[in-house]
């Protein structure tokens, strides 16, 4: 059973709109949260991070949110743009460890 | 090259034979991971190693073996490859800090078993 959940295989937003990217995760170990974004034929990179001590973390146009009752955070993109367009994992950890668990990736198109 | 890079990029071998994918990295990182990526499970854990000559078994473990006798090396080597083991495989680093657990990936190896 998977921890990490992104339940969207994909979306589609328009240029200059707000992207939300939604994850879910079961285990409530997890205290740490990592976004990655990935281009076709790369590796992932960093996007942003978030700790269970905070709700909330933000990076010029990128903000994520966390819910800790809910076992749920969001990574909002303000505004979008067509470079944004990748597929955008969701990843956590236990005790701020190294070993993270990624989810399926939410495919993000951002039309012009 | 400074970074993080993988070796071949792309691999085509038959069921049965030994493959091994090398993974360099220039940081001096303490921390190596071997993911694969497939689809609908995104990215999961095959093994990682926190120092040279440290390793531990991730999600997905069996098939592969690791080895690290330096810190900048990290081999995987599939013994006796399958067909479910064609897959793309994601070399990554980081160095352990509980303020930033960024990871580090290089650009993947495509391996295809057949």
């Known amino acids: 059973d998977q921890q990490v959940k992104q339940n969207s295989p994909s979306l589609s937003v328009q240029e200059g709109r707000i992207s939300i990217l939604n994850c879910d995760y079961t285990n409530s170990m997890f205290d740490y949260f990592l976004w990655y974004k990935k281009y076709p034929a790369e590796g992932p990179t960093f996007l942003i991070s978030i700790s269970s001590i905070k709700d909330k973390n933000e990076d010029g146009r990128f903000t994520v949110f966390l819910n800790k009752s809910a076992k749920h955070l969001s990574l909002h993109i303000v505004p979008s743009q067509p470079g944004d367009s990748a597929v955008y994992f969701c990843a956590a950890s236990k005790n701020y460890g190294q070993n993270f668990v990624f989810g399926p990736g939410t495919r993000l198109s951002v039309l012009p | 090259d400074a970074g993080i890079t993988q070796s071949p990029r792309y691999k085509i071998t038959e069921t049965g034979r030994q493959v091994t994918l090398m993974c360099h990295q220039t940081?001096?990182?303490?921390?190596m991971f071997w993911y694969r990526q497939d689809l609908g499970h995104g990215l999961r854990l095959i093994y990682y190693s926190a120092a040279a000559d440290i390793t531990d078994k991730g999600e997905v473990p069996d098939g592969y073996v690791v080895s690290r006798s330096k810190t900048e090396n990290f081999p995987l080597t599939l013994e006796s490859a399958t067909r479910s083991q064609t897959s793309v495989y994601f070399c990554?680093?980081?160095?352990?800090?509980?303020?930033?657990?960024?990871?580090?990936f290089g650009p993947g190896t495509r391996l295809t078993v057949l």
């Open positions: 940081w001096s990182h303490s921390y």
């Open positions: 990554a680093s980081s160095e352990w800090d509980r303020r930033n657990n960024e990871q580090f």
